[in-house]
Each structure stands twice: as C-alpha cells, then as structure tokens.
C-alpha cells in the first residue's frame, strides 16, 4: 500500500536519503529502525509532503503522492505524528483533536471519532479542557496520535513514539499503537528504540546513513546478531 522507489533527499548539499526502496503491505504495523541522523524522520517526512524528494517515487494504494503538499497527503488518507509531538501549546486538549480533523466535512464521522478518541485515551478525555502545555509528555505523545486519528486516516506515520517516555509509558504506547492497528489502519513507524519497534511491527527495515541495510520479517530481526548490538544493545 505504501510504495518507495529509489527515493533520494537531500537538505541542499547534504544527502539524507540515499536511493531508498521499500514497500509496506496494507493493514500492517512496518517499521524503520535506525540511528541518529539515519534518514529515519527525512523519509516520513517525505511521504507526507513536509519535504520535497531530489528523485524517486512514493506510491500510496498504487497512487504517486511524491511532492504534492502536505495537505493533499491528509486528503489521501495518511496522517503523520511527527517526532516531538508538536502539539499546540495554547489550545485545549479537544481543540487539537478538532484539528485534526480539519479537512474533513462528514460531521457525524468527526463526531464519532472525537468520542471514539476519547473512549481510547481517557486521560484526554479528562483533560479536554486542558491547554496542551499542561500535559505531561506521555499524554502529548497520547494528543499527537489521537489528533493524527481525528484525520480518518489509512496509514498513520509515526516518528519515534516511544521517545522519551517512561517504560510504563512505553507499554501503554504500544498498546495504542495496536489498537490503531486494529481499527484497519495501517502504521508506518521509525524508532531508535528498535526492541519496542520490532515487537509491534511485521516487516521492517534497517536504515543507516541514508540507506536501507536490512529488510526482512521483524520477528526474525530481533535474533539478528548486528541488529542485536547496534540497535537492541544485548
Ligand atoms: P533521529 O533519530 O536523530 O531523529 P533520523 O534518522 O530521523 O534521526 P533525519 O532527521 O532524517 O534522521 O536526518 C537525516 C540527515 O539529514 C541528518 O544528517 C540531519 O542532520 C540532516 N537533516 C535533517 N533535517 C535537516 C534540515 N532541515 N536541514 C539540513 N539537514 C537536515
């Protein structure tokens, strides 16, 4: 469902992403593991328009979407978490997911899914009243991905989840992550923390210094004796 071929990026001079080529099956959780700098967050970056590609091509559900605008991405169906959540500081918990929704007309849909979002994440449910600003960073992680679902999205990118939170924090993400899954969506994830990564994920792939190095089942990765030492640290 989600296609990459041969995608290079750069930022100006700099190679991020060094001819690329991945698929992602539909209805999946898939991820991207790598280090700092990797390429990780360029890629999804260029999937949902933030970035424009130097060459190559991303295909969604057999459509091209590389360099259209962000907004047209949203209207495809995908929807992206981006690393360090961006939440809007000085707007409620409910206007953020409100957001989130902003292209769509269908009221009725947004209605469910606002309560549906709020059926998930209790905690915002609580707090909908709340400025983003005074949420701890769990529950803007929880704000991002639940704006991110506001959307109707097919295919949700996510950058680096599980980033500074707490390992209780981490299990209930995961948990998250499944569940989005399970409503039919598919999740496309990018982690340094490549235990949390190839629990949930089925197919994945290594990404170092802008190129893919491994590809394969994510089960199987995790006994993988480099993946192991570069990436779990056991
Ligand atoms: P991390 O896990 O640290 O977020 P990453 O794998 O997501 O890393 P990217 O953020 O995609 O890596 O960065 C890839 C390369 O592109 C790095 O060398 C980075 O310095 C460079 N880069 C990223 N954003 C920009 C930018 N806006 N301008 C210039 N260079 C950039």
Known sequence: MIEIRNLTVHYGRALAVDDVSL???????????????????????????????????????????????PRAVVARGI?????????????????????????????????????HVCA??????????QLALTLSGGEQQMLAIGRAIMAAPRLVLMDEPSMGLSPVMVATMADVIRSVNAEGKSVLLVEQNANVALSLAEDAAV????????????????????????YIGV
């Open 23 to 69: 698929a992602f099956a539909a209805g999946t959780i898939n991820c991207i593991i790598g280090s700092n700098g990797a390429g990780k967050s360029t890629i999804l970056r260029t999937i949902s328009g933030l970035v424009r590609p130097t060459s190559g091509q991303i295909l969604f559900e057999g459509q091209p979407i590389q360099g259209l605008p």
């Open 79 to 115: 929807a992206h978490v981006p690393e360090g959540r961006h939440v809007f500081p000085e707007l409620t918990v409910e206007e953020n997911l409100r957001i989130g929704a902003y292209l769509r007309n269908d009221r009725a849909a947004v209605r469910r899914d606002y309560d």
């Open 120 to 129: 998930v994440f209790p905690r915002l449910a609580e707090r909908r009243r």
């Open 207 to 230: 990404l170092e210094q802008g190129r893919i190095s491994l590809v394969g089942k994510a089960a199987q990765m995790k006994d993988d004796d480099h993946v192991r030492v570069a």
